[in-house]
């Protein structure tokens, strides 16, 4: 996939589930949205900070999510880059409160100590890339900042892996396993993106490194 198709899909992606979050819990009754439901079924009593923490964690993932893809396309960031230093910085904003909301909201992950562990990672493994990619950058060291950023934006996109492992999950195994479905995809929906965001990130250094050898 070129670069311009995985911006298209990423977007994509990342603008339905976004859109789907703000719609089911700012426009319809949160109590209602399914993973809520799910809680509650568990868990029959939630405090007003854990909304407070959801409603928090959803508006800033949500724009980190929506924004990330334009601040990795390198065509965009050359002809924009004035811009690509503001959505750089709300997307950072963004990360240092979905993050830290986050690590609250993954105390009380459903599941038990393995998925509050895995959710909890997750939340402690975004606040790092960014907080290194945020390094890198205002010492100038571009190329580290973008290796940062790839493996911070696989982070983020967990938001959208973890929905489809909770459909492919709940269609294989139905909802009366929902915790121990929910335990696994706590890893599953962040541990596989880094992998492919290494991947990424060593054939795309290769790739550079030829183009040098070869002067091409």
Known sequence: MNKKAWLIVSCCLAILISSYSIVQYFFMDAHQAGFVK??????STLSSLWYIML????????????????????????KNSKLHR???RIYMIGILFGGTSGLYLAFHATGGVMSQLGFGL?????????SQALANIKHKKIDTHEKWMI???????????LRIWLAIFTGLFGIHHFEISYTVIAWLCWVPNLIIAE?????????????LLFGT
């Open 38 to 43: 799910l809680k509650l079924m568990l868990n």
């Open 55 to 78: 409603y928090i964690h959803i508006i800033f993932s949500v724009l980190a999510l929506v924004i990330g893809p334009f601040t990795l396309y390198s065509k965009f960031r050359e």
């Open 86 to 88: 503001t959505l750089g």
């Open 122 to 130: 997750l939340s402690i493994c975004w606040l790092i890339t960014a």
């Open 151 to 161: 493996r911070n934006y696989a982070l983020t996109f967990a938001a959208v892996t």
């Open 199 to 211: 991947w990424l990130i060593k054939r795309k250094h290769k790739k550079r490194d030829s183009k």
